[in-house]
């Protein structure tokens, strides 16, 4: 594969022996535990994938090299970095990176061992040439997108992983652009980075359709009301999900499936778990045979959050106990502002079978039913429930 082309992961998936994955398996521990020769290399080669992105056509970064060390504290001028550098800085779309679609960032020779941190630096803006930059929906201007320290030390990514001798090593950083983007009160954007390591020797992918009429609904992968992975949609209503760590180890996964567009939303699915073997794919429904949801009202939950708090903000949906994201937003880090699209039908919820169709059945309790969380910059969590079902609630207002 040539540095800076795109692939997909389920290709992948499909041709690649299962000897090779198990002689490539990363696994954890520090860094003192590496008892390796000298003399041993493996490889490493890193490729980027990423969720869908809130109110963007396109989200812009231009990678410059990304830095792997065996010291999870290390500091950017301490040694033991190992760089893959790209002959050329890539601008790579964000936003083209769904539903299994990897960029490749390339491969490098390491010492056979163990792993911790990873650092992923961009290039930087400069004058009128937008090294990063992104693009709202509904307009075609490029908008600087401003990087701190990630043109400089880079953004840390801390993901144990092994390397074994004679062997090659694929690490996927997943960034999920729609949580990374943050607004501010003057309407321009800084990147907030969201990224994860996922070593795809243990993961797979989950696949399903919705009808072509529901292109564009996003849909996540989630385990105990947090998002692992996310993607959206195609134009034939087709989605992946991948890279996803194996059950066997990661436990399985609900699939919330939402289309909060104003006016033509449609209520929320799940289907709740979802399992995943490494190196196959799962099939929760097909073209023939879609997830067709309930046409349903999208209204919104706004409000302000002490700016300085620096929040990010998430909507829980509680069906029988149990919690689900259905969508999510940074405050304005100027104003605190922040605004929420939720449907206001009841979801339409079901559980995982290996016989197709799997039937989705509608909860009304839960409909327009769901609790707004704030989370500080440092970690602080408060909560305030909210009701749509009968149209949009403002002043959820959170002070930290």
């Not at 398996?25 to 493996?42: E, K, R, V």
């Not at 999870?72 to 679609?101: C, E, F, M, R, Y």
């Not at 359709?209 to 034939?236: C, L």
């Not at 289907?271 to 490494?278: D, F, K, L, N, Y």
């Amino acid at each position: 594969m040539k540095t800076g082309s795109h692939f997909n992961l389920r290709s992948i998936l499909l041709v690649l022996p299962i000897s090779v994955f198990v002689a490539a398996c990363g696994g954890g521990g520090d860094s003192g535990n590496n008892t390796s020769s000298p003399a041993a290399t493996g490889t490493l080669h890193v490729a980027m994938t990423d969720a869908p992105s809130c109110g963007f056509d396109h989200v812009f970064i231009t990678v410059n090299k990304v830095r792997v060390n065996a010291s999870s504290t290390a500091a950017d001028t301490d040694g033991g970095w190992t760089d893959i550098a790209l002959a050329t800085p890539q601008k790579i779309d964000l936003l083209s990176l769904t539903n299994g679609v990897l960029f490749d960032l390339g491969r490098a020779p390491l010492p056979a061992g163990q792993y911790q941190q990873v650092r992923l630096v961009l290039n930087a803006n400069q004058g009128n040439t937008l090294a990063n930059s992104v693009v709202k929906t509904g307009t075609n201007a490029e908008q600087p997108l401003d990087t701190p320290s990630a043109t400089q030390s880079g953004f840390k990514i801390i993901q144990p992983f092994t390397v074994q001798p004679n062997t090659l090593v694929d690490l996927i950083l997943d960034f999920n652009a729609c949580k990374s983007i943050v607004q501010r009160g003057n309407g321009s954007f800084s990147l907030k980075p969201v990224v994860t390591a996922i070593p795809l020797i243990v993961s797979g992918a989950i696949a399903g359709s919705v009808p072509a009429a529901q292109a564009g609904s996003q849909v996540f992968a989630e385990q105990n009301g947090q998002v692992i992975r996310g993607t959206v949609a195609d134009a034939n209503g087709q989605f992946v999900l991948s890279p996803l760590i194996q059950s066997s180890t990661n436990g399985t996964y609900d699939i919330v499936i939402v289309d909060n567009t104003q006016p033509n939303g449609h209520a929320t699915g799940i289907i709740r778990s979802v399992p995943v073997t490494a190196t196959q794919t799962t099939t929760i429904s097909t073209t023939g045979a879609p997830f067709t949801l309930p046409a349903s009202a999208t209204n919104t939950a706004s409000g302000t959050v002490t700016a300085s708090a620096q929040a990010s903000l998430r909507a829980l949906q509680t069906v029988n106990s149990a919690s689900y994201e259905i969508t999510s937003a940074n405050a304005n880090l100027d104003t605190g502002a922040y605004s929420l699209a939720l449907p206001a039908a009841a979801p339409q919820v079901g559980t995982f079978s290996t016989t197709l169709p799997i039937i989705l059945t509608g909860v009304p309790a839960a409909a327009g039913q769901y609790s707004v969380q704030a989370t500080s910059a440092a970690g602080v969590t408060q909560s305030s429930p909210v009701n749509v079902a009968a149209g949009n609630q403002a002043g959820v207002n959170f002070s930290f």
